[in-house]
């Protein structure tokens, strides 16, 4: 079946812009998983949705990111008042069984850059 | 949260030759990912191992929990073995999922 997709594969913004970055699970995976990875780091955590509801968004960094799943499959990503320091690859992950215990599957990623 | 370690964090092989990749974690985990991100950025997994070992044809890993760290051995390197290899863990009592800094692999012909 079809692996984890995100969209677009890349993004150039001003500084202040509003973005949307989509994520679209592995179906029939329940746990859907938002990071964030800056050149030569390994991947940050942002928030980790159980269905509809996000279940832990301790990573985002502020409240200019917020990320919804309103059905429970696809997810958006969204950032407010972009800046040149949001500039990263936003990874996407689902899983079968609920939680950061069960195996995690990454989407190609997104590229996001502010100018 | 849980402090991840991996060693070396360079690494360059001739092809051919054998190489032992470590991940050291600082609590009890139950979710053990090993990834490899090639070239393009994309994350392979490799192995899902919270205890024991798995082989998968040149591949293979071993986890021992009680002391809190994960090898990932890789023979017969070929040049597509090349990118960064990450650890990722879990813990028993939280939400995230926590990777290393990574080991960066090159393997030369």
């Known amino acids: 079946g079809a692996g984890v997709s995100q969209t677009p594969s890349n993004k150039v913004t001003e500084k202040g812009k509003y973005v949307e970055l989509r994520c679209d699970p592995i179906?029939?995976?329940?746990?859907l998983y938002w990071y964030r990875q800056s050149l030569g780091q390994g991947p940050e955590f942002l928030i980790y949705f159980q269905g509809t509801g996000a279940a832990d968004d301790s990573g985002l960094p502020n409240d200019r990111f917020f990320a919804v799943r309103p059905e429970g499959s696809v997810s958006t990503l969204k950032i407010q008042r972009t800046e040149r320091g949001d500039s990263a690859v936003y990874l996407c992950a689902s899983s079968k069984s609920g939680g950061p215990w069960g195996e995690q599957f990454f989407g190609p990623g997104t590229r996001l850059t502010v100018l | 949260g849980i402090q991840v370690e991996q060693s070396p964090p360079d690494l360059i092989l001739q092809e051919g030759a054998n190489s032992t990749l470590r991940c050291n974690f600082s609590?009890?985990?139950?979710?053990l990912q090993w990834f490899h991100q090639n070239p393009w950025g994309q994350l392979i997994n490799l192995f899902y191992i919270p205890s024991g070992t798995k082989q998968n044809g040149r591949l293979s890993a071993t986890t021992v929990a009680t002391e809190r760290y994960s090898l990932l051995y890789i023979s017969s390197s070929q040049t597509t073995d090349s990118g960064v290899y990450f650890c990722a863990v879990s813990s028993n009592t939280g939400n995230q999922f926590y990777f290393g800094t990574g080991t960066s692999l090159t393997v030369i012909p």
């Open positions: 179906s029939g995976h329940t746990a």
């Open positions: 609590d009890s985990v139950n979710n």
